[in-house]
């Protein structure tokens, strides 16, 4: 049965994101074949916590394939602040909307929400959780730089609550990936997540380290993420980690000429400004990707003849 949510990477087969970046690579070549392709139809974006590059590359994408959005809005000016379940505001935007997308602070909104309608609704994060959309825009970038066979991953910083961090690596395993995950002790990836990749992937792909300088030298792709300090228990705890694990010219001395580093954005001071001129840095390029990708994710969930997914097994 195919799936129309798109909650985790967990749910995409290696045919399913080959056929999503495939898809993308033509629309960025050529969007125009689409322009029309969705008129009439209206996209409902529902954000619970603050967005840049994922609500307007939804936006974008959606008015490019000819159709709409409406929104939410702050919660501050919506109902949500008269104490409105989560429940009861996806059923009624789902009357007004032909799909939602969904950011929540809660790890599992999006699967609980999805349990309410019948559009297809995409997870734009949630909480400490997934974020599949923003990893089908990372494959596509590792994919035009580095390729995704044959690839050696860093992804560093916080890789407890980073939710791009963890549906990037369930995607990777799809592919033959090496994957060196650094971070301080305090922010591995939870144990879980480090149980499921070995199980998804031969258990030599998956490695843990404390520091960067001993992989570095190895490295196609360097992925790098802010600490997430909106979802630190405790102020202190932040302050012990913030501030580690920067890159700068210097860092990458060591560095591949060939290596590309990435970051989902925003960036806080993770990576020095004097990297952006240079030919490692790929983010920019990244965040612009987010159009194609989700102009191709939004197309293939809207229409009948195409379709991606298996059942979500979260
Ligand atoms: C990320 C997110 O929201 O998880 N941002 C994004 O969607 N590009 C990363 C972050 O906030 O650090």
Redesign the pocket.
């Known amino acids: 049965m195919r799936h129309d949510h798109l909650i985790t990477s967990k749910q995409l087969s290696r045919g399913d994101i080959e056929t999503v970046l495939d898809y993308a690579a033509e629309l960025d070549a050529d969007p125009s074949t689409v322009a029309d392709r969705h008129a009439g139809t209206l996209l409902g974006l529902l954000f619970f916590e603050p967005?840049t590059?994922?609500k307007m590359s939804f936006e974008t994408a959606m008015k490019r394939l000819g159709g709409d959005v409406v929104d939410m809005g702050s919660i501050e000016s919506s109902s949500v602040k008269k104490g409105e379940t989560l429940a009861d505001t996806v059923r009624v935007i789902e009357g007004y909307t032909d799909a939602l997308v969904l950011r929540h602070p809660k790890q599992g909104a999006a699967t609980m929400a999805s349990e309410f309608v019948d559009v297809p609704l995409v997870n734009a994060?949630d909480g400490a959780g997934h974020?599949p959309t923003?990893t089908m825009l990372d494959l596509y970038t590792i994919r035009e730089n580095a390729g995704l066979d044959d690839l050696t991953i860093g992804i560093m910083g916080d890789l407890k609550y980073?939710?791009?961090v963890h549906s990037l690596a369930y995607a990777l395993t799809n592919f033959d990936t090496r994957q060196h995950f650094i971070s301080p002790e305090s922010l591995q990836l939870p144990r879980e997540v480090v149980y499921d990749l070995h199980q998804r992937q031969d258990g030599t792909g998956i490695r843990e380290h404390d520091s960067l300088e001993e992989v570095l030298p190895s490295l196609d792709v360097l992925y790098v993420?802010?600490i997430?300090r909106e979802r630190f228990p405790d102020e202190n705890e932040y302050q012990k980690v913030a501030g580690e694990y920067q890159i700068d010219a210097d860092t990458l001395e060591a560095a591949s000429d060939e290596l590309t580093v990435m970051h989902?954005?925003?960036r806080v001071d993770e990576i020095a400004p004097e990297i952006d001129e240079t030919d490692y840095a790929a983010y920019f390029q990244q965040a612009h990707n987010g159009v194609p990708v989700r102009m191709a994710l939004l197309d293939l969930l809207l229409s009948d003849d195409k379709r991606i997914g298996g059942d979500d097994d979260e």
Request: hydrophobic letters at 5%; proline letters at 13%.
């Open positions: 967005s590059r994922t994060g974020h923003q980073g939710r791009t993420t802010r997430q989902p954005l925003p």
